[in-house]
């Protein structure tokens, strides 16, 4: 899955070159500062791991990736019981984790982030478990990839997988997937509120959530790379059963594959009919590859090749329906070009066949364009950083050395 193409790497060059300086990127894009700087989405956490993922190849470049990381570093860091994967503390201690796997260094600084991210997660645990003891449902929030448990049970899976508090994340999630007391009709991870966090008179009844952002399917690809792994707890295999047998109800069918849809209502969840007539953006955080790619880590783990070949069937899907593409409208990662070529790139080196990797040269080319065109922006999940990480690792072919990517659940 190499690209002998030496104008990819180029403009992913050329996008980190405007983000060599931090002082000047501030000034320019007024979009990273503080508190904002401790954000792995939108400020200086994000760009430090772009250079952290180049310095692998180029060793020169790390002192730009200190730099940044620095800059995410300064001043007091934010440890609220609102902290996650994508903000504060535990964000500062996943790109500090990339760059001293490359460097041997922070060794002072990573014991205390190790430390202050577990504490975090156990607080949020005992509040989560309490919550389910009351039998009351969860909001987003509690549970999801980008500010909940299961982005915290990211870091603590890649840096200590045999410790209790990893085990304890997954136990949770294993809870999750069950039903509360009284309430069969909706799976445990039913929230009362809208997709983004609207009050329930929005929103009567709640709604079920599919995506990888936001969604169940975030808890899905956790399990499923715990158990690949070999780090399992009770009821473990259970949980995932239990979350791809509701992915099966909601299975969709569409000429060009199939597709599940972003959301569902309380109305549609009792009538088991889905509303949304089509597939709509082929998206990493809320469309199907995302979705997709969860559910072949499922099948991977638990050794489904049924569910691993309708899986990979329903990225080729995106892929070769030019309805869906054309809704790809930008190159970020959370929604445009750099997000279907990384989550097809990470598939297609799983794949059983080599038809989804015979798409990766023209989405690379999609996501190139994309980035000729749109103007440039620092985030990682919605602008330039994250695409021209995904640019660099299709250019060079090889694996994330940093393991950025873990930080969106596709490996």
Known sequence: MTYPDPSLLDLADDIAAGLTDPATAIAIHRSIHNPH??????????????????AFNRPGQWPTAHTWLSTAATGDLYGGTDACLFFGVPALAFVTRAAANGTGGYQRALPQLDAATGDLTRVRLAAANARIDQGERPALSEFD???????????????????????AVLAYLVRLTEPLPGDTELPGWWTDHGPTGQPPTDYPGGHGNFGMAHGITGPLALLAL??????TVDGHVQA???????????????????WW??????DEARARSCNQPEPLQPSWCYGTPGIARAQQLAALATGDTT??????????????DPTQLIRIIDPSL?????GLLHTTWRAAGDAA???????????????RDHLRTAPRAVELLEGSTGAALALHTAATGTAPRSSWDACLLLA
């Open 334 to 338: 959370c929604h445009g070009a750099a």
């Open 353 to 367: 066949t080599d038809m989804l990797a015979a798409h990766l040269p023209a989405l690379t080319m999609l996501l």
């Open 307 to 320: 569910r691993q070949h309708i899986a990979e069937t329903a990225l080729l899907g995106c892929l070769t």
């Open 37 to 54: 700087s401790q954000s792995l989405a939108g400020g200086a956490a994000g760009v430090a791991l772009l250079h952290t993922e180049r």
């Open 240 to 258: 995932i059963a239990r979350i791809c047998t509701w992915l099966d109800t909601w299975q969709q069918h569409h000429p060009s594959g199939p």
């Open 145 to 167: 990839l980008i500010r909940g448990l299961t982005g915290l049970g990211v870091y603590h899976l890649r840096h200590a997988p045999e410790s209790p508090v990893t085990a």
């Open 226 to 231: 715990a158990l690949r792994r070999g780090i």
């Open 261 to 266: 849809p972003r959301t569902i209502t309380v």
